[in-house]
C-alpha cells in the first residue's frame, strides 16, 4: 500500500472526498441558513403579478400567498373538478378561466366554490356562465398545480380529478398566444350555490431544510466510499502479491 502508484491513488481519493465533503458542507449550510417566512406574510394580499409571472414556478415562501387580481370570467369555461374534498367531505369544485387586465392576453385558473353533488356543481357552473363578463377582482390563495392525473381503467377520460390549470388549459377558449399562470387562486368569497373552499393558511416553516441535511449525509456517504474503494483495490493488489510469492516459492 506504500508503493507509488497507491500513495497517487490515496491523494486522488483524498482530493475526491474532499469535494464531497465541501459539498456536503455547502448542503447542511443551505439546510440551517433556511429561514421561515415572517409571520402573518402569506396573509398580507398582494397583486398576483407582483407574486409571480405567468408560466413560472412559485418558490416555497410564496405558496399560499393571498394575491388580488383583476378581469372577468370567460363565459364559455367553467369547469368541474371532482374528487374534491372539503373539510373531509368529498365533492366537487367549480373552476373558471379568468382573464386578467393586462396588456397581454392573460388568465388564471380560479377554483370558485365546492359543491356536495354533481348536479349543485354543474347548475352553479351553467349559473356562472350566464353572468360571466363583468370586470371584478378576485382575491384568494395561490396554489401551485397539482398536476394531471391519469384516468384508470373504466374511468371517464373527461372527468378531471386534480386541479391543473395545465389541464383545463386544454379545455379553455380562446387561448391563441395566451399567458397562463402555472398556478390556480382559490377564492376566499364563494359563487353563488356554492360553499367557501377550506383553504388554511401554510405554516410558518422551519429553520431546519431535511431534505439538504439528507443531501448533506448523501455526501459524507460518498467521501467515505472513495476512501473505501482505495482500501479494496489496495487490499486486493496485496494480497494477489502474496498469492504469487506463495505460488512461487512452492
Known amino acids: 500500500m506504500l508503493r507509488p502508484q497507491w500513495i497517487l491513488m490515496l491523494l486522488l481519493c483524498l482530493a475526491v472526498a474532499g469535494i464531497f465533503a465541501w459539498l456536503g458542507q455547502w448542503q447542511l449550510g443551505r439546510a ?49 373538478v371532482s374528487s374534491r374534498f372539503n373539510d373531509g367531505e368529498q365533492g366537487y369544485w367549480v373552476t373558471g378561466q379568468f382573464r386578467i387586465d393586462a396588456a397581454t392576453p392573460t388568465s388564471v385558473a380560479v377554483a370558485l366554490g365546492w359543491a356536495e353533488t354533481l348536479d349543485e356543481a354543474e347548475a352553479a357552473a351553467s349559473a356562472l356562465a350566464a353572468e360571466a363578463g363583468e370586470t371584478l377582482e378576485v382575491t384568494g390563495r395561490l396554489i401551485p398545480d397539482e398536476g394531471i392525473l391519469p384516468s384508470g381503467p373504466g374511468a371517464d377520460p373527461f372527468e378531471l380529478t386534480r386541479m391543473s390549470p395545465a389541464a383545463l388549459l386544454g379545455r379553455w377558449h380562446d387561448v391563441t398566444d395566451l399567458d397562463v399562470y402555472r398556478q390556480f387562486i ?33 455526501w459524507v456517504i460518498f467521501a467515505g466510499f472513495a476512501f473505501y474503494l482505495w482500501y479494496r483495490l489496495a487490499k486486493d493488489a496485496w494480497e494477489k502479491e502474496i498469492e504469487d510469492l506463495e505460488e512461487a516459492s512452492a
Open 32 to 80: 440551517v441558513d433556511t429561514a421561515p417566512r415572517e409571520e402573518g406574510a402569506t396573509e398580507q394580499v398582494m397583486p398576483i403579478e407582483d407574486v409571480v409571472e405567468p408560466g413560472s414556478y412559485l418558490t416555497d415562501p410564496l405558496v399560499g400567498q393571498r394575491v388580488v387580481a383583476t378581469g372577468a370570467f370567460v363565459p364559455d369555461d367553467f369547469i368541474v
Open 186 to 218: 382559490v377564492s376566499d368569497e364563494p359563487a353563488a350555490g356554492l360553499v367557501t373552499i377550506h383553504s388554511p393558511a401554510p405554516d410558518s416553516g422551519t429553520t431546519v431544510n431535511w431534505l439538504n441535511i439528507f443531501y448533506a449525509a448523501e
